[in-house]
């Protein structure tokens, strides 16, 4: 196993465009589990972990990670607000967690955020080739690091995952599991998505207001710009929700878990994208005005120019925003090109 350095503190992190409300840096936190290496349960709820043969450093010892709060206290970590921190206490959660992401004996698994790990153990029983935690906060990765360290599928990256480069999963193709904290959950998607081509499946878990947003169709009350653009990406394979009791500290709201896969067909090419985007962008920058006018404004253009776009493309003017699909939004962009690469550029 290796762990790498941790990079210089980068501050706060520039969102995409697109999320322009998400303004704090990632921070990790969020899930955790017990160790692959063999254990026994002591009386007080420690878990002891016997070194293996071929294991370096010695054996682990200190609460199991299903008593978060022992766990937290051990590891002299204090759960933080601003980082979203809070951690998966219900082993059968975890269980159900990973099995969504369908694990096999071949795979590379990327894990963002394992906290204390007790999704960690799961997936290593699960038998993938390689598992790559990444960990923003130093005493939870130095925990890792000494929990998985007698297992060489296993590699700690003490980074923020927003700074973590593609090279460095090894451009292999990967399962994504995680907890995201909720003010840049949608920031960690979009980098993702910049990596669909490397992702076969993710299991995420978001609060569920987000995933809700993510999984929203047209004409729903939660349909917005989020959904859209994770619609142009991904598909929604299976979710369900996990109760605000399940974490340590208890937050306020539910969470909820979405079982995605990339769209294997993209319905524009490369350089369509950023019109895609600009014009999503837009078109959602004042969702209870018609499509017609928050396009003029969100564009920057006469509202005529919008009126003859919106009727090549067989939309009603009336509309609002969030009536529209994707592939509706994706036909806008191309009639209106020359205005949403002036706004690109802008």
Request: glycine share 8%.
């Amino acid at each position: 196993m290796t762990i790498s350095a941790k990079l210089s503190r980068h501050g706060h992190y520039a969102p995409p465009t697109e999320y322009p409300h998400l303004t704090s840096p990632w921070s990790g936190g969020g899930i955790g589990g017990a160790s692959h290496i063999p254990s026994q349960q002591t009386s007080r709820g420690f878990t002891q972990l016997r070194t293996s043969e071929g294991c370096r450093g010695s054996a682990w010892y200190g609460p199991r990670s299903d008593q978060p709060a022992r766990a937290l206290k051990s590891a002299g970590v204090r759960p933080s607000k601003s980082r979203g921190q809070n951690f998966l206490g219900q082993p059968g959660v975890a269980t159900q967690i990973v099995n969504a992401l369908l694990i096999e004996a071949d795979d590379s698994v990327v894990e963002i955020g394992p906290g204390l790990g007790i999704l960690t153990e799961r997936i290593l029983n699960a038998g993938p080739r390689k598992l790559t935690l990444v960990e923003v906060d130093d005493r939870l990765a130095a925990a890792l690091a000494a929990r998985f360290g007698g297992d060489a599928r296993v590699k700690v990256l003490n980074r923020d995952f927003l700074m973590v480069t593609r090279s460095e999963f090894g451009g292999e193709c990967l399962k994504v599991i995680g907890n995201l904290p909720f003010s840049v959950a949608a920031a960690i998607l979009r980098r993702l998505s910049d990596y669909r081509e490397s992702v076969v499946r993710m299991v995420l878990m978001f609060q569920r207001e987000v995933g809700e947003r993510i999984r929203a169709l047209p004409g729903s009350r939660n349909y917005g710009a989020l959904s859209v653009f994770s619609s142009l990406y991904w598909q929604i394979i299976n979710h369900f929700p996990v109760a605000a009791g399940s974490f340590h500290p208890r937050p306020k709201v539910d969470a909820e878990v979405l079982t995605m896969e990339p769209r294997r067909e993209c319905d524009f090419n490369a350089a369509e994208e950023p019109d895609v985007r600009a014009t999503i962008r837009a078109a959602f920058s004042a969702p209870r005005k018609t499509i017609r006018n928050s396009l003029a404004g969100g564009l920057g253009v006469d509202t005529n120019e919008i009126e003859t776009a919106l009727e090549l493309a067989n939309i009603e003017a009336s509309l609002r925003p969030g009536m529209l699909d994707r592939s509706q939004l994706i036909a806008l962009a191309r009639i209106l090109r020359p205005a949403t690469s002036l706004a690109c550029r802008a």
